[in-house]
């Protein structure tokens, strides 16, 4: 399965700031899925990032809030823009690996806003 | 659109003993995928097992086993002989297989989770 390095694994932001997190897979994917989960909760999809194109976000996720970038097929990022405390999470980034139908996630960034 | 339901918040094992988590689902698709992931306290998210739903045999790794009813849309995990490794989060999640308009292809709806707590 893909092995997926996740940056930072951990941070403390001021409201207002923004924070990118960065997933790098050692192998070639075709999407990636970046995933927020709430203190306490279940992984809610954010977004899908496939290479060379717009992210596809969910209903609830937009754009500006949540930029995504995917400049390759390795390599995403996500950038939380303009934090406030509702933004205090875990956020994951997934992959699926074609035809075999298992999803590997990186180990998450807890994001603490204060 | 799918749902994924975990009516257990919290369940309990000793030690050596069995347990069951549960899981329903609702879709109006005939051919899907269901997993279970396991989420310790790390937050590595571990996938524990899979099934594909045009199959009738149970999916089973080692000590981990589903009762697959796909009529009842259910989904339950059993562990065998449990161990303290297996305390943590247990999700039931849910995908399609076919692409629909406007959907996220390949997208995973999650269950709420149930804290799984072993007792030694």
């Known amino acids: 399965s893909a092995v997926i390095s996740q940056k930072p694994s951990r941070d403390i932001c001021q409201r207002g700031t923004s924070l990118t997190i960065q997933c790098q897979v050692d192998?070639?994917?075709?999407?990636m899925f970046w995933y927020r989960q709430q203190p306490g909760q279940s992984l809610t999809l954010i977004a899908t990032?496939?290479?060379?194109?717009?992210?596809?976000?969910e209903s609830g996720f937009v754009i500006d809030k949540f930029p995504i970038s995917r400049p390759n097929l390795t390599f995403s990022t996500l950038t939380v823009s303009n934090m406030s405390p509702e933004d205090s999470s875990i956020y994951l980034c997934s992959v699926d690996r074609q035809h075999t139908y298992g999803y590997t996630f990186g180990s998450g960034t807890r994001l603490t806003v204060v | 659109a799918q749902t994924v339901t975990q009516s257990q918040p919290e369940m309990s094992v000793q030690e050596a003993e069995t347990v069951t988590l549960s899981c329903t689902y609702d879709?109006?698709?005939?051919?899907?995928?269901l997993f279970w992931y396991k989420q310790p306290p790390s937050r590595q998210m571990i996938l524990v097992i899979r099934?594909?739903?045009?199959?009738?045999q149970n999916a089973t790794e080692n000590r981990f086993s589903v009762n697959f009813q796909k009529a009842a849309k259910s989904f339950s995990l059993k562990i065998s002989d449990s161990q303290l490794g297996d305390a943590a989060m247990y999700f039931c999640?849910?995908?399609?297989?076919?692409?629909?308009?406007?959907?996220?292809?390949?997208?995973?709806?999650f269950g709420q989770g149930t804290i799984l707590t072993v007792h030694p």
């Open positions: 192998s070639q994917v075709t999407m």
């Open positions: 099934q594909e739903a045009y199959k009738q």
């Open positions: 999640a849910y995908r399609s297989v076919y692409l629909a308009g406007g959907t996220s292809y390949g997208k995973l709806t």
């Open positions: 879709t109006s698709e005939s051919d899907y995928y």
């Open positions: 990032a496939n290479q060379g194109s717009e992210a596809t976000y």
